[in-house]
T-cell receptor
Framework: AQSVSQHNHHVILSEAASLELGCNYS??????LFWYVQYPGQHLQLLLKYFSGDPLVKGIKGFEAEFIKSKFSFNLRKPSVQWSDTAEYFC???????????FGTGTSLTVIP | DVKVTQSSRYLVKRTGEKVFLECVQDMDHENMFWYRQDPGLGLRLIYFSYDVKMKEKGDIPEGYSVSREKKERFSLILESASTNQTSMYLCASRKLRGGTEAFFGQGTRLTVV
């Protein structure tokens, strides 16, 4: 079975700091990659996704992620976080041949004003 | 606008009760999923369905069953609720396999006492 690892469980940053959240997956074939965000009390929402093409993808709210195939990684970045980015972030993977989504354990981000 | 609706936001049930969690999507999606979300464990797949009356076990199916009699509706059943099934339950749907994202409902916070 596939697995998705998010190494940062809790991250605390001050406003305007830069963010990078790590995501690694284990699967040798073609994958589709996603980052979801869950704001307090809200449902999971898609931040960005990668299917093919340019490995640097841009999402909503200034987030971006880079797919590095050789490292099986899809790290999420934002150059300057805001208090409103406080949320839980989940990396997810699925394959073109499969129906399942595999999620990481999530990273809780707290941004201090 | 895309919508996945879960019938209850909060439920409190007694140990041994039979519990039904309902999910409806209005996007004509083929795939539907049930996850449970627990702190530190992320999202774990319970069951998914790729068509009416079709289902497959996910990673943690024990103690659960599902029903999909209509394309838009996917029900999760706890045959005999136990306290270790206290959790947040998330329903999701997506188009048939390929590089498409999953859309999530608001979640049902189930407490078994």
């Amino acid at each position: 079975a596939q697995s998705v690892s998010q190494h940062n469980h809790h991250v605390i940053l001050s406003e305007a700091a830069s963010l990078e959240l790590g995501c690694n997956y284990s699967y040798g074939g073609t994958v589709n990659l996603f980052w979801y965000v869950q704001y307090p009390g809200q449902h999971l929402q898609l931040l960005l996704k990668y299917f093919s093409g340019d490995p640097l993808v841009k999402g909503i709210k200034g987030f971006e992620a880079e797919f590095i195939k050789s490292k099986f990684s899809f790290n999420l970045r934002k150059p300057s976080v805001q208090w409103s980015d406080t949320a839980e972030y989940f990396c997810a993977v699925n394959t073109n041949t499969g129906n399942q989504f595999y999620f990481g354990t999530g990273t809780s981000l707290t941004v201090i004003p | 606008d895309v919508k996945v609706t879960q019938s209850s936001r909060y439920l409190v049930k007694r140990t041994g009760e039979k519990v039904f969690l309902e999910c409806v999507q209005d996007m004509d999606h083929e795939n539907m999923f049930w996850y449970r979300q627990d702190p530190g464990l992320g999202l774990r797949l319970i069951y998914f369905s790729y068509d009416v009356k079709m289902k497959e076990k996910g990673d943690i199916p024990e103690g659960y069953s599902v029903s999909r009699e209509k394309k838009e509706r996917f029900s999760l059943i706890l045959e005999s609720a136990s306290t270790n099934q206290t959790s947040m339950y998330l329903c999701a749907s997506r188009k048939l396999r390929g590089g498409t994202e999953a859309f999530f409902g608001q979640g049902t916070r189930l407490t078994v006492v």
